[in-house]
């Protein structure tokens, strides 16, 4: 005989009597281990292991992606009826299975079937499953999904920031193009883009998040915790994380980051896969601006489930196409930046290795004579490194555009950080080309 699947019952009114009833007839194959009233009994039954099934309400208070993944996380699969609440928003939480239709009709004909169906399943994914059709792309934009990258590096404010909005901006083709030269030195050619989406810059920054101030931009706007919130819900397609992302300059968007510190818990995990799924279908490239954190510390409580508060740095880390990673130019900053590689490579999470290493601020007062030979030795030598992207030092150029409120591509466009950055957005250029071209 076979063993009989055990099951926990969210589900709300006088439904629940049937789906009960329904579950318990002999010969089911099923049996209803706990009724619980609400979310915080069901995730507290299903940490229990008192179940490996989950009959929910589509309306249930408090259903949302974060509870489908914690409900995952205990492995038990989720079945979710529908009655009219939204079929399309259940998918979009994750759920395994969702019964359409009359809750009669589903406990009739299909509920024994789709429980034992997700009990037989393909173990769970390490994370959830992304629910939902794709949204529909913008017209004319080609089908391939848009590349992430993550922009991260050691404390001690190496410049982060400054290099994932320069970055972004170069990719969206601000300024002239690096390396093209006319009479007098004078750049002569913009960048070429070949993709008509925009370019999205995303501050995922938990701890000082400062994209918002950086561009003279309103702090209070919604920004990433408003499409976390949708995302969390399941009601985030690509129209509406547009209207959270305003252009800032051709071609180029901004989410904004949090506007305290002390809600970090608003950017679970769970809500920023789907943003960052979402960018690659609004925006060529998306470019996440993250904090410097990456320790997993709340897998060390004895809590059954701690929110994660780097959550938002190692999602963006591990959802990235390509990794740049940012050290300052000084000797403490190159110590940092050294420790921090191998830091990034014992992250609780898999980060791929990064596509480039960014000394920021090289000068002559901080490491003497020939500063960018200096540094790429000591790159060489300490991280065997033999190609870092050094950027000048040009602090007038970077506090006339912060004063502005702009990128050096649209303040200074002859700035010598820009010339270097718009080279590393040609590198991530030429490897967006060669992943989408099939090789012949």
Known sequence: MAAQVTVLAAVRGTAETEVVLALGVPGSGTTVTRRCGDVVELLAAAA??????????????????ETVARLHGSGVRVVALADGHGAERLRALGVD???????????????????????????????????????????????TPGRVVAVWGPVGAP????????????????????GRRGRGGRHTHRTERTDPRDVLLVDADTYGSSLAMRLGLLDDAPGLAAACRAAGQGALD???????????????????????AARWPEVPASSLEVVLERARELAAFTVVDTAAPVE???????????????????????EADDVVVVGAADPVGIQRLVRALEELRE????????????????????????????????????????????????????????????SLAEHAPGSPVRTAIAELAARLHAGAAAVATPAT
């Not at 229990?48 to 992606?65: K, Q």
């Not at 009709?105 to 173990?123: C, E, H, K, S």
């Not at 959270?244 to 980051?257: D, E, F, I, W, Y």
């Not at 004895?302 to 929110?307: E, F, S, V």
């Open 347 to 406: 992250a609780p999470v898999v980060v791929p290795a990064p596509t480039a290493v960014v000394v920021n601020r090289t000068r002559a007062s901080a490491v003497g004579p020939g500063p960018e030979a200096a540094v790429r030795e000591a790159m060489a030598r300490y991280a065997g490194l033999d190609d870092v992207v050094v950027v000048p030092d040009d602090a007038a150029g970077l506090d006339g555009a912060l004063l502005a409120g702009r």
């Open 238 to 260: 690509v129209a509406s994380l547009a209207r959270q992302s305003p252009v800032v300059a051709p071609g180029l968007r901004v989410l904004t980051g949090l506007t305290r």
């Open 48 to 65: 229990a292991g008192a179940g490996a099934v989950a009959v929910v309400s589509g309306d249930l208070p408090g259903l949302d992606r």
């Open 159 to 178: 410049g982060r920031t400054t290099v994932a909005l320069e970055l972004a901006a170069a990719l969206a083709g601000l300024g002239p193009a690096a």
């Open 296 to 318: 997993a510390d709340e897998v060390l409580m004895y809590d059954t489930h701690a929110p994660q508060r780097n959550a938002a740095t190692l999602t963006a880390l591990a």
């Open 97 to 143: 299975t969702v019964l359409d239709g009359a809750v009669a009709a589903a406990v009739g004909d299909g509920l024994l079937d789709a429980i034992r169906d997700a009990a037989d399943g393909p173990g769970l994914p390490a994370v959830p499953a992304e629910g939902g059709a794709p949204s529909p792309l913008p017209d004319g934009a080609p089908t």
